[in-house]
């Protein structure tokens, strides 16, 4: 691994590097007054982000972690295939295509895409629907803010995301367990949340691979596998879009799959996680409603059956 971060040292202390910081975003951000550390240059953070108060203070998990324990289907279907094989994957150039009802749709190149938008560093539990979890350092920006660049049309109702085909550099996709692309959803309000965050980075470094390099979503609220990697279309629907999971198995993968310990798995207890990296003898841990994000995003629910709605 090329970068390694020291264990006593918090995450907080050591990002961002303030010669990297552009001055202008800097001032701009709310945090910019708690940012005044200078880390050495060896761990100095290469993309320029303000940090947020809608990190988590937990001890983030070690990169090795992060970037050796994977779900990225698209490279195979063990944990350790996307670690081996999504080096192959180019990552550059690269565009998005956003249609539907918006009123700007086009092919954007990624780097016009995000050129303005503000980055941060959002430190985030990520719980996934088989039962572990971790916490993640992402470097990203409110997915609000490029649906508002692009001008959402009002009857938009949800927004769609499809990841990257290419079966010669992703050899997961020469098999047919997911008929791909990836696709994944969400409601418009969802979408649209604070928390809900497009992310090119971990640990202030660019987008590993094997974790959805060059840009993924991040809903912290969801099962992991909401989150979809290497995007390359964003589409504003008037109706529920059609999402991977539940088109392979409807009964136990919703729409919704918020993190809900109330509401099993059909073959397992979601009462319970456990947390990666956490050694051998480590006691499970309660899982959080909304993976301890409710009284940021509960009233999205207000009046639905979570149990119904899952
Ligand atoms: N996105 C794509 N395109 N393909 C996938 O197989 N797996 C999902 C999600 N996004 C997946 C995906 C699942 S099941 C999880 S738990 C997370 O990615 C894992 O993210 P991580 O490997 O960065 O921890």
């Not at 079966?167 to 020469?174: H, T, V």
Request: glycine fraction near 8%.
């Amino acid at each position: 691994m090329a970068y390694r971060f020291k264990t006593d040292l918090k995450w907080s202390d050591v990002t961002p590097k303030a010669d990297f910081l552009n001055r202008r975003q800097l001032m701009a951000g709310a945090g910019a007054l708690a940012l005044g550390s200078i880390a050495s240059p060896a761990l100095a953070a290469s993309i320029a982000t303000v940090p947020s108060p809608y990190s988590t203070d937990l001890e983030p998990n070690t990169l090795e972690d992060i970037t050796s324990y994977n779900n990225f289907y698209e490279f195979g279907t063990g944990k350790e295939d996307p670690a081996r094989y999504a080096s192959a994957l180019t990552t550059d150039p690269w565009s998005i295509k956003i249609d539907g009802l918006v009123d700007k749709p086009g092919d954007y190149g990624l780097e016009d895409l995000i050129s303005d938008v503000q980055m941060e560093e959002r430190i985030y539990r990520f719980r996934c629907v088989e039962a572990w979890s971790m916490v993640i350092p992402w470097v990203g920006f409110e997915l609000n803010q490029i649906l508002n660049k692009v001008g959402v049309q009002s009857g938009a109702k949800y927004v769609s995301f499809e990841t990257l085909v290419r079966p010669e550099e992703m050899r997961g996709q020469k098999r047919g367990y997911i008929e791909w692309p990836y696709r994944e959803g969400l409601r418009l309000d969802e979408a649209m949340h604070p928390l809900t965050i497009m992310a090119t980075g971990i640990y202030g470094e660019s987008m590993p691979n094997q974790n959805g390099a060059p840009i993924r979503l991040v809903v912290p609220w969801k099962y992991g596998f909401k989150s979809i990697k290497s995007i390359v279309r964003i589409s504003l629907t008037d109706t529920e879009p059609q999402t991977s999971w539940n088109m392979i198995q409807p009964r136990e993968y919703g729409f919704y799959s918020n993190v809900n310990p109330e509401v099993d798995h059909p073959r397992w207890s979601q009462a319970t996680e456990r947390r990666v990296g956490g050694g051998v003898f480590a006691k499970r841990q309660d899982t959080l409603m909304m993976n301890g994000y409710a009284e940021e995003v509960m009233d999205l629910y207000a009046g639905m059956d979570l149990s119904k709605n899952y």
